[in-house]
C-alpha cells in the first residue's frame, strides 16, 4: 500500500521537495497528497502545485486564530486520507486539538540539529548557537511529534554533520540542509516499509 503523505510548511520548502523527489523517482514508495501552510507567501505551495499536489495556506486571521486555522488543517488532511504527516519547516506551535483530529495518524518533524541539542531554536539561530557552543559536529533530526512538546518525541533519524574550520551559521545550515534532505527521506521511507508490510 502506498504511503499517503501529508506536508505541512511554512517556508520555502526544500525538504517537502526532497520527498516530491524521491516519491517521483521511486524511491519512497509514497505519495504527497495534501501540503498546508501557515502563511500565503510560502513559496513551499508553489512546489506542491508544480507537482500537482494540492496545497493550501491557513491563515490565522482568516480563520479565526491560530487555532482554528490549524484545526481546518486538520481536517483537510483528515479529508485528504493521510497516513502520516511531516512537519517539514512548519513555523508554528501545533495546538493540542490538531493533533486529536489526526487521531493515530503519526505526525513526524524535521529539526535542523542533533537533538536534544539545540532545542526550541529556529532558522540560522540553531546554526549560531551550535558555532557558538564549539561542538565539532551537529547534524539534523526527524523525531515524533506530540501534543505539548517542541522539538521533543521518539527518534527517528538522525544524520551528522561536521562543524568545518572556517564555518560560519549560513555554510553550516546549507551542509545541514543537505542531510536533512536525506533523512527526511530515510524517516517517511521507515513509514512506507510498514506500511506496505500490512
Ligand atoms: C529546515 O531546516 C527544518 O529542519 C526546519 O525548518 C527548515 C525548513 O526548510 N524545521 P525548508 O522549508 O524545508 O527548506
New binding site residues.
Given amino acids: 500500500m502506498t504511503l499517503r503523505v501529508g506536508v505541512c ?1 511554512s ?6 521537495q526532497a520527498l516530491l523527489d524521491a516519491c517521483r523517482d521511486g524511491r519512497l514508495d509514497a505519495r504527497v497528497v495534501y501540503v498546508g501552510a501557515s502563511r500565503t507567501s510560502a513559496p ?1 505551495l508553489e512546489r506542491a502545485k508544480a507537482a500537482g499536489v494540492p496545497a493550501e495556506a491557513f491563515r490565522p486571521a482568516a480563520n479565526g486564530g491560530r487555532d482554528g486555522a490549524q484545526l481546518l488543517m486538520a481536517s483537510r488532511l483528515v479529508a485528504a486520507d493521510v497516513d502520516l504527516v511531516v512537519l ?2 512548519y513555523d508554528r506551535i501545533l495546538c493540542d486539538e490538531f493533533f486529536t483530529r489526526l487521531g493515530d495518524v503519526p505526525i513526524i518533524n ?3 540539529a542533533l537533538l536534544p541539542a539545540f532545542a526550541g531554536l529556529n532558522g540560522l539561530n540553531v546554526h549560531e548557537a551550535v558555532l557558538a557552543a564549539g561542538v565539532r559536529e551537529t547534524g ?1 533530526t526527524v523525531h515524533r511529534a506530540h501534543p505539548g512538546q517542541v522539538d521533543a518525541g521518539e527518534i527517528l533519524v538522525q544524520h551528522r554533520v561536521p562543524v568545518l574550520p572556517g564555518d560560519d551559521a549560513e555554510s553550516l545550515a546549507a551542509r545541514v ?1 543537505a542531510a ?1 534532505h536525506l533523512a527526511i527521506v530515510d524517516a517517511v521511507a521507515q513509514f512506507a516499509r510498514s506500511a506496505a508490510a500490512v
Fill in positions: 510548511v517556508g520555502r520548502g526544500t525538504n517537502l513551499a517539514a519547516g524535521i529539526h535542523p539534523c540542509l536533512e
